[in-house]
Each structure stands twice: as structure tokens, then as C-alpha cells.
């Protein structure tokens, strides 16, 4: 089973919120948690809301990234600012392809709205495993409530059609050793320490985006390690 948890950071405007929540009833979502919100009056919020008074209810504020994010398997970062070729931290995919891969696979997602004044920060979009954008004309930004509506969207479609017995996707941890032992093989072949991050960075967007089952995963560690035994016990 997919689970979708909505998490905005630091929002600015309570009717911003309002309509995420709405929206998020329109298409059947509804745990919603705010980080460190700049509003103080929800009223506006609940105005907004109409019918999706309920997950504003329900919701939940924290006061950390980290908080939010402790209990998921995937990060899904949102931007409206995509990176050339050269910039593989905001190398983005589109809504549709976002959900052709979560249709694979059963798990927690975290799918990160940022704030209405300039969105994610890169050190944010930096913890995602993959950043979705929503293309648009030559005026790219959308309000973040509309972003997320054609999203929330696509991944409504997707799961109403979804096929029984998807496995499981691979968990934040699975992926956090794989990387590990990506990082112990660059050492390994002296890797240059310069391009060490832009590698890492690639090797993780490169299972992020895939959405590897926990079979998946599992066999890449192993492969990993294997690697990473033989290339030791040559060095000592």
C-alpha cells in the first residue's frame, strides 16, 4: 500500500494552506504536516478548506525538516527552478512520471511543498531522492496550491488503477547502506575527493528515481559489498 504524506514547509499564508488541504480532499489524501508555519491565525485556512476542513483538523505542525520526515521511505521534492545538464541536484522529473514509478511500489512518501516567497532551499531539495516539477509556459512559477492540485492529481490517477501485490519499496535505511558502500568504493579507487559529492549525488538519484524495491536494494548492497571487499583486500 502507498501512503502520501504532504509536508510544507515553513507556509506563509494560511489560505495557501487551505487550499492544499482542499485539494487534498478533492483527491483522497489526507495527512497533512506544517513546518514551523508564519502564520498564526488558521482562520483563513479553514475558509479555504471548504470541504477539506477534516485534514486540517488532522493535521500536524513540527518544527523541524528532520521531524517531518522521520517516518518515510521516499522524499519528493518540488521546484519550479530546474537545473541545466551540469546541475544534478535539481535534476527533475514531471508529475506523470512520478507516479509511473510509484505505481510499483507499496511504502511512505513525503511529498515536500516549499514556501510561497522561493519555495525549497537547495539544502532541502538536497535530501530529496527525486524533485518533481510541473512544466509550465514561459512563466513557470505556479501558487504552490495549484502545483500541488495537478500532482496530488496524477497520483490519484495512478494509484485508482494500480495493480495488487506491488512489493515493497526499498526503505530510507536500505538505501542510506547502499550509498554507503558507493561511497567506501570511490575511496577505494581514489576517486577524486572533488567529484566524490557530484558522484554520490548521481548514484542517488539514479536509485531515487528508479524507486527500487527492497529486492532491488537488497541485491545492490550485496553487490556493493562485494566490490567493496574484493577492491579492500587488494589495497591492504
Known sequence: MLEIKVIVLEPENAGNVGAIARVMKNFALGELVLVSPKFENIFEAEVRAMHGVDVLKNMKIVNNF???????DFIVGTTAKTGMNYNVLRTTITPELLTEKLGNVSGKIALLLGRESFGLSNEELDKADVIVTVPASSYS???????AAIIFYEIFKSQRYKKKGAPRASSKLEKEK???YFHLILKDINYSSFKNKIAERVFHNVISRAFVSGREIHTLIGVLRRIHSFLSSKNT
Not at 528532520?66 to 518515510?72: F, G, H, K, Q
Open 66 to 72: 528532520e521531524e517531518a520526515v522521520s517516518d518515510v
Open 141 to 147: 512559477t505556479l501558487n504552490v496550491s495549484h502545483a
Open 178 to 180: 547502499a550509498l554507503e
